[in-house]
């Protein structure tokens, strides 16, 4: 057999084990190893994030396939203005490049984009794209896709408590009205179900300060490979992978023939 052959055989192998009842509705994603990956190859850091675009391309389509309604990638933290001024440099041509090139397709796909994060130390160029590109797509209705740029976990908290606590002082609110409800109706994912599944490449196991308050019941998917070799086979294990997990939330599975006392020492 081919090469080709057997990864086609793999792969019709893995779809047949998808229940497409139980896909998750929402899917996030850090997309690690592109710098890695290049390095291995003797590449620039640049020529890795331009490979991982392609990738993130292939998964927004599996994942439409799928019938998955929301994906959350996380594009650019607020700590990666740490790196290499040439480097961040980059990313943000990138991210110009690319949603010039793709808005009209993404449009086209009835995929609404929404760009989660402070976009206040970004160039007027790139904040322009960003919201006519929001602009464009506002109505779209059949899948959603989150940016996060710029965006940190704990500074997003932050951001609410200070809300809320102004609030609160000017009397707009009693501080024992404030509960999860009101908490989450102001975070940047505002009206967004929680995502069911994170999933992270290059075989990191953290969330590094992504989505702290949504991840709070999220299955974690840890896979090996660097983001720019994931690809709709990956993706499809990690589905898999997310399917035969039981979601529990912090509770027990219903055991009739067990008593209280038997089973808190099974879970």
Not at 102 to 114: D, G
Not at 197 to 204: D, F, K, P, V
Not at 245 to 254: T, V
């Amino acid at each position: 057999m081919s090469l080709g052959k057997l990864i086609d055989k793999k792969y019709n192998d893995l779809s047949k084990r998808i229940d497409m009842q139980k896909v998750p509705e929402h899917i996030a994603i850090i997309m690690d190893g592109n710098g890695r990956w290049a390095a291995k190859k003797g590449l620039p850091r640049s020529f890795g994030h331009k490979s991982g675009v392609s990738v993130l391309k292939e998964i927004l389509k599996a994942s439409k396939k799928l019938g998955c309604k929301i994906l959350t990638v996380y594009a650019f933290s607020t700590e990666n203005w740490t790196r290499p001024i040439e480097e961040v440099n980059y990313l943000i041509n990138l991210f110009c490049e690319v949603l010039k090139n793709e808005i009209e397709e993404i449009h086209q796909e009835s995929i609404k984009l929404k760009f989660i994060g402070d976009l206040t130390p970004f160039p007027e160029d790139l904040k322009k794209v960003v919201y006519s590109s929001e602009s464009l797509t506002k109505n779209n209705d059949t899948f959603l896709l989150n940016i996060c740029l710029n965006y940190g976990g704990r500074q997003e908290i932050v951001k609410v408590a200070k809300e809320l606590a102004l609030k609160s002082s000017d009397g707009e609110i009693k501080p024992s009205e404030i509960n999860e409800e009101l908490f989450n109706s102001k975070l940047l994912t505002q009206g967004i179900k929680d995502p069911e599944l994170l999933i992270r490449t290059s075989g990191e196991k953290r969330i590094s300060n992504f989505l702290l308050w949504q991840l709070a019941y999220s299955e974690i998917y840890i896979s090996e490979v660097l983001w720019p070799e994931f690809n709709e086979h990956e993706f499809l294990k990690a589905i898999i992978d997310y399917q035969s997990r039981n979601r529990r939330f912090g509770g027990i599975e219903s055991l009739p023939t067990e008593s209280f006392e038997d089973s808190q020492y099974s879970s």
